[in-house]
């Protein structure tokens, strides 16, 4: 088992920043991806970030590229999320998940743990 917990989110103003965090625990061993994910009041679960676990390779969508970053502490077991420029379309539930298998993926089916979820808020 891995357990995630999140941590950072809160009220911003649009254009400014937030740094998410996620501490792994547990058989992070195990793990080969991790990823960050967004969900908003009535709308699916949408893929913002990912990294496999040595850090070497980060993806992401479209919609976030050029302001969202990943990045990871080994040391700490700990994924990041910085995100600047911030828009109010931001705004979400934003959730950090883990999968076992090595390849990038977007897709919530494909990761194994999650995070309780913290919320970002964005105001124009």
């Known amino acids: 088992q891995v357990q995630l917990v999140e941590s950072g989110g809160g009220l911003v103003q649009a254009g400014g920043s937030l740094t998410l965090s996620c501490a792994a625990s547990?058989?992070?061993?195990?793990?080969?991806?991790m990823g960050w994910f967004r969900q908003a009041p009535g709308k699916e679960r949408d893929f913002v970030a990912g990294?496999?676990?040595?850090?070497?390779?980060?993806y992401y969508p479209d919609s976030v590229k050029g302001r969202f970053t990943i990045s990871r502490d080994n040391a700490k077991n700990t994924v990041y999320l910085l995100m600047t420029s911030l828009k109010p379309e931001d705004t979400a539930v934003y959730y950090c998940?883990?999968?076992?298998?090595?390849?990038?993926?977007?897709?919530?089916?494909?990761?194994?743990?999650w995070g309780q979820g913290t919320q970002v808020t964005v105001s124009s």
């Open positions: 998940a883990a999968g076992l298998a090595l390849p990038p993926a977007r897709r919530p089916d494909q990761y194994d743990y």
């Open positions: 990294i496999n676990w040595s850090g070497s390779s980060t």
């Open positions: 547990g058989r992070t061993l195990s793990v080969g991806r």
